[in-house]
């Protein structure tokens, strides 16, 4: 039974720093690439970032670019989005997905918000 389980995310200032953690169970970690993704109030759900098997991200967000990192710990199953610089419109839940033999998993997110 394949779970995600989001966590890290909080309200934070302008500026500030976050970084929201995914543990996942119930499949080889080790072999899929993981993603992160976002849906803010009222918007469609966008692609955040997707972390390879080795480890690497690529951030689909142009505002999120050189602010937002994506890594992985396979020994912990564990995947991670380190956000800097943190902005009003980064404000969403955040979900990290899975695809496994076909189909999509999601966890439950996790609400980040950016205000003063």
């Known amino acids: 039974q394949v779970q995600l389980v989001e966590s890290g995310g909080g309200l934070v200032q302008p500026g500030g720093s976050l970084r929201l953690s995914c543990a996942a169970s119930?499949?080889?970690?080790?072999?899929?690439?993981l993603n992160w993704e976002r849906q803010a109030p009222g918007k469609e759900r966008e692609l955040v970032a997707t972390?390879?098997?080795?480890?690497?991200?690529?951030i689909y967000v142009d505002s999120a670019k050189g602010r937002f990192t994506g890594s992985r710990d396979n020994a912990k199953n564990t995947v991670y989005l380190q956000m800097n610089s943190l902005k009003p419109e980064d404000t969403a839940v955040y979900y990290c997905?899975?695809?496994?033999?076909?189909?999509?998993?999601w966890g439950q997110g996790t609400q980040v918000t950016v205000s003063s």
């Open positions: 997905r899975v695809v496994y033999r076909g189909y999509a998993y």
């Open positions: 119930g499949f080889i970690f080790a072999s899929h690439f």
């Open positions: 972390i390879t098997t080795a480890g690497s991200s690529t």
